[in-house]
Nanobody, 122 residues
Framework: QVQLVESGGGLVQAGGSLRLACAASGPTFSRYTMAWFRRAPGKEREFVAALTRSGDNTYTQDSLKARFTISRDDAGNTAYLQMNSLKPEDTAVYYC???????????????WGQGTQVTVSS
């Protein structure tokens, strides 16, 4: 069992940056692929980025690659999402997830956090 808690969301102006953190409980964090998803108002949850347990493979949504970076600190049981040059369309609830494969779909992940709100003002 892994419990995930996101933090770092908030209100930011367009062009600004935020770093989201996902703190995981339990000693098995390093065994999981970690991912970030987001759900914008009125839309379905969508894949943002994922990082394998080894940290050597990442998969980021093409449209976000230039601005978003996923990383992890296994010693600290934490995954991160660095978001730069934020746009109003990045406004969403961002969710952290843990799973066993580098999948861009929700079914690839067994454990989910409650989400953190990111609001980008124009």
């Amino acid at each position: 069992q892994v419990q995930l808690v996101e933090s770092g969301g908030g209100l930011v102006q367009a062009g600004g940056s935020l770093r989201l953190a996902c703190a995981a409980s339990g000693p098995t964090f390093s065994r999981y692929t970690m991912a970030w998803f987001r759900r914008a108002p009125g839309k379905e949850r969508e894949f943002v980025a994922a990082l394998t347990r080894s940290g050597d493979n990442t998969y980021t949504q093409d449209s976000l690659k230039a601005r978003f970076t996923i990383s992890r600190d296994d010693a600290g049981n934490t995954a991160y999402l660095q978001m730069n040059s934020l746009k109003p369309e990045d406004t969403a609830v961002y969710y952290c997830a843990a799973g066993s494969s580098l999948a861009p779909r929700e079914y690839g992940y067994s454990y989910w956090g409650q989400g953190t709100q990111v609001t980008v003002s124009s």
